[in-house]
């Protein structure tokens, strides 16, 4: 059985006498295994980290940018490749892969750009002969730990910036779909990354406590699940690192009752079934508002009798299959119990049957859901899309608002000031008028708040560098030595 490696210091690396399998979900086979790293062999790649560093952060800018150009070019023209690669361990289809890979170059675009993102400020004269200037310099070594929704997106939206500012980087990508995060180093070795910059560790909690427990770990990016995120923060907080770990969600799209009915359909199909619902920024549930509920949900419905649920690799199939057996399982139970608590089943993912032994399960639309009801309490991260019915707008934001998860919102309609006060008003990081899913682009930072975000920087973008750099602040005086004097007081300026 092939085996994935870690890969440290610039090499393959198979150690580790723990193993997990990967599985290709749509056959429902195990057709890889990866190594698990040991606490020793994390500490091995930490030390590869930090002895890579010195060298790193004294390499141009201009040299710095380069390996960045050039990885742009490497991604653009092997996405087919990595994108079979994502399609045979997370499922998802391959056109939805070669989108997250798109979205991924985003953030390396925005790392190319990193003289511009770590230039300073300067202030001439502040005091006589006096001036002042303030540099970002790296961290050091950064630990970046990753789900397994988006292999080659989620990882970019750290390392390339982490990597552009200066720092070195211990990734630990999720043990379910390991082999991107592998190619990815790869690709950064062949755009002239140096060996030691980027390391990539396998495994599960033993190799992420090591990470966040190793002085050597300046920095901690996650993301993942919020009871995970939680206790990521708080272990690497208590240890002194920098810290910022996002986490689950349960996103709100509200339909006022002026939308265009047909393209809110569109968007609430696209945006709950789209990688089977597997995407943090997947619409889980639908607020209807006043006496639009009844016509979106028929017309929800009647789109639902198109797609095709079966292998990713299929260039026809809409949808793919879930992660894993035990996660499809669970699906299918909350699909049982919001049944069985009164909502009503419009669509019962359960009864699509594919053929083989995938981790498959169909749509599910479920209507007359209720705030109780563990299907709109619990994130499913699964293809289960619910509507809550709200009389009012005043209603519908303070379900949006109670809801333990902000991470993105979105409205539909046509009326301007309403949308605005929608933004006003939504306790969500991320929010789109109609827009079902707004991922901002790189040029912006990602994060949402409340259960959503554990820290206080958000992800990619400007944000990043904030969090990857530590500011100095230089002041400086040139002045003729004659006029030198004793003076114990406090500095002051003049
Ligand atoms: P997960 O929390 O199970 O795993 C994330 C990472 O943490 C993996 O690398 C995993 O190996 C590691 N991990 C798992 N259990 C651990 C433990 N007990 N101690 C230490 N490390 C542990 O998440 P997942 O199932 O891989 O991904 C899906 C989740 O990620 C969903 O909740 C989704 O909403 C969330 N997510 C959030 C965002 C965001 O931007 N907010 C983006 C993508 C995914």
Redesign the pocket.
């Known amino acids: 059985m092939e085996l994935i490696p870690h890969f440290i210091a610039g090499a393959e690396n198979p150690s580790g006498e723990r193993r997990g399998p990967v599985f290709n979900p749509a056959t429902g086979e195990q057709h890889r295994e990866v190594a698990f790293a040991s606490t020793a062999l994390v500490n091995e790649a930490i030390a590869a980290a930090a002895a890579a560093l010195p060298a790193w952060r004294a390499t141009s800018l201009t040299k710095r940018a380069d390996v960045f150009f050039n990885l742009r070019t490497l991604l653009k023209s092997r996405t087919t490749e990595l994108s079979a690669i994502v399609t045979s361990e997370h499922g998802k289809v391959l056109s939805d892969a070669a989108g997250e890979v798109a979205r991924g170059l985003e953030n390396v675009e925005f790392a190319a750009g990193l003289m511009h993102l770590l230039k300073g400020e300067r202030d001439e004269q502040v005091s006589t002969n006096i001036d002042v200037h303030s540099i970002k310099q790296p961290v050091g070594v950064v630990g970046a730990?990753?789900?397994?929704?988006?292999p080659v997106m989620?990882p970019l939206w750290m390392i390339a910036s982490a990597i552009a500012c200066g720092n070195t980087v211990v990734l630990?990508?999720?043990?379910?779909d390991p082999s991107a995060a592998v190619f990815l180093a790869k690709l950064f070795q062949e755009a002239g990354l140096p060996d030691g910059v980027l390391n990539v560790v396998h495994?599960?909690?033993e190799a992420?406590?090591a990470i966040l427990d190793n002085p050597t770990v300046k920095a901690v990016s996650?993301?993942?699940?919020?009871p995970?995120?939680r206790?990521?923060y708080q272990r690497a907080a208590a240890n002194g690192k920098r810290v910022q770990a996002?986490?689950?969600?349960k996103n709100h799209m509200m339909v006022l009752p002026d939308a265009d009915l047909g393209a809110a359909a569109d968007a609430a199909v696209s945006a709950a079934y789209g990688s089977a619902g597997?995407?943090?920024m997947a619409v889980s549930v639908v607020v209807a508002v006043g006496d639009i509920a009844d016509d979106l949900v028929g017309a929800i419905k009647e789109r639902l009798g198109g797609l095709k649920i079966g292998a990713g690799t299929e260039s026809d199939t809409d949808m793919g299959p879930l992660i894993t057996r035990e996660h499809r399982d669970k699906v299918a139970g909350y699909v049982a119990g919001a049944a069985a608590e009164g909502a009503v089943v419009i669509a019962d993912g359960r009864e699509t049957l594919v053929d083989g032994d995938g981790f498959f399960i169909g749509v599910t639309l479920l209507d007359h859901v209720l705030p109780h009801m563990d299907v709109y309490k619990d994130?499913i991260?699964g293809p289960v899309l619910s509507v809550v019915r709200a009389e009012t707008y005043d209603q519908a934001i303070e379900l949006i608002n109670s809801n333990q998860f902000g991470?993105g919102a979105a409205i539909f309609t046509r009326d301007g000031g309403a949308a605005r006060t929608f933004e006003f008003d939504v306790e969500a990081g991320m929010v789109g008028v109609n827009v079902p899913v707004p991922v901002p682009v790189g040029a912006f930072s990602?994060?949402?708040w409340k259960d959503?975000?554990f820290g206080d920087a958000h992800?990619y973008g400007p944000e990043s560098v904030h969090f990857y750099t530590r500011s100095k602040v230089v002041t400086t005086r040139w002045a003729d030595p004659s006029t030198s004097r004793i003076d114990l007081g406090f500095p002051s300026n003049s």
């Open positions: 730990i990753t789900p397994f929704n988006f989620v630990k990508p999720s043990e379910k495994g599960d909690k992420v406590d996650f993301v993942g699940s919020t995970i995120a206790s990521i996002l986490g689950g969600a597997e995407r943090c994130e991260f991470n990602f994060g949402g959503s975000l992800i």
